[in-house]
């Protein structure tokens, strides 16, 4: 794996990217042009989890993808659309350099946690926003997501937001502005437009409630937009990859939340057609013998 210094996506230096890129092979044929994972952590738009950066990003190495860390715009620079702006650049970066990092430009996807969740939603619904895009210096091809992947998302600014945090946070610079909540409640702006989505939550999240996810993907349902829905009965917020790696302490170890990496690379590959040549597969045991 090639670890790649910081892209800046600010003048200043204070919102990046990090890339985690994986050399192709000659006896890998599928390395030429892999799919890419842009990982977006939570953090309530105050902060960024280390727990929902770096790991994720080896993770769904591990499985195949080029992967991508964005630091987008936190606590007083956080007003809405500020880490939309960062997410939209950083996604023409990857696209930008797709041949040389080995990248299906058309196989881009955004995982996002909690109020990451948030943004990468936002993506999805706003990727073709005029004032948006001319504000990050982006076209719409450019920033265009392949498929989203929601963790634990926030999505809406209605009363099941979780209270206090996310959509506060993105609402700073917004005060007296009528439709800030309707901007902000990302299930009541998804369209044909929005991309596939994989979504994962668990019912007893207690910061979170788990109808933000159902509430978008009954939006996403209404616009024949295809979705997975894994919804895990226990569970605390912030579960991350739900194993020992991201733990830190009680009920952060969830075994059964922990399938959705493995669960959403298999929904990816399929997405993209990304599981090889027919050739490559196995016949259907019910079709062959040992003999």
């Known amino acids: ?11 200043d230096g204070r919102t990046f990217m990090v890339p985690y890129i994986l050399e192709k092979s000659p006896e890998m044929p599928l390395s030429e042009k892999r799919p890419a994972m842009v990982v977006i952590p939570g953090g309530g738009y105050q902060a960024l989890s280390d727990r929902e ?16 860390v964005v630091r987008y715009s936190v606590g007083k620079y956080a007003s809405f659309p500020n880490p939309l702006v960062d997410l939209m650049r950083a996604m023409k970066v990857v696209r930008d350099n797709a041949e040389e990092w080995f990248v299906n430009p058309d196989a881009i996807s955004v995982v ?19 004032e948006i895009l001319e504000k ?41 502005e009528s439709d800030i909540k309707f901007k902000l409640s990302l299930e009541k702006h998804v369209g044909p437009h929005t991309p596939p989505c994989f979504i994962a ?6 910061c979170v409630p788990v109808e ?19 919804i895990t009965q226990d569970g605390v917020h912030g579960l991350a990859l739900g194993d020992h790696q991201t733990s830190i302490g009680p009920y952060l170890n969830n075994r059964e939340f922990s399938r959705w990496v493995k669960e959403s690379a298999d929904w990816l590959r ?14 259907s045991a019910l079709e062959r013998r040992r003999h």
Request: negative net charge; hydrophobic residues 40%.
């Open 53 to 68: 950066a770096e790991p994720i990003a080896i993770a769904f190495a591990s499985q195949g993808f080029q992967t991508f």
């Open 1 to 11: 794996m090639l670890y790649g210094k910081k892209i800046n996506l600010s003048e």
């Open 270 to 283: 399929k997405l993209f057609a990304y599981e090889g040549p027919d050739d490559f597969k196995y016949p």
């Open 212 to 230: 933000n996810s159902l509430d978008f993907a009954h939006a996403l349902a209404d616009n024949d937009v295809p979705f997975e829905l894994h």
């Open 136 to 176: 990050a210096g982006v076209t719409a091809g450019e920033a265009k997501p392949n498929a989203l992947v929601l963790c634990y998302p926030v999505i809406t600014a209605g009363k099941r937001t979780d209270e206090p945090g996310t959509i506060a946070t993105a609402m700073q610079g917004h005060e007296g």
């Open 201 to 206: 939550h668990t019912y007893f999240d207690q």
């Open 112 to 130: 996002g946690f909690s109020a990451g969740g948030h943004l990468t939603a936002s993506l999805g619904v706003y990727w073709n926003d005029k």
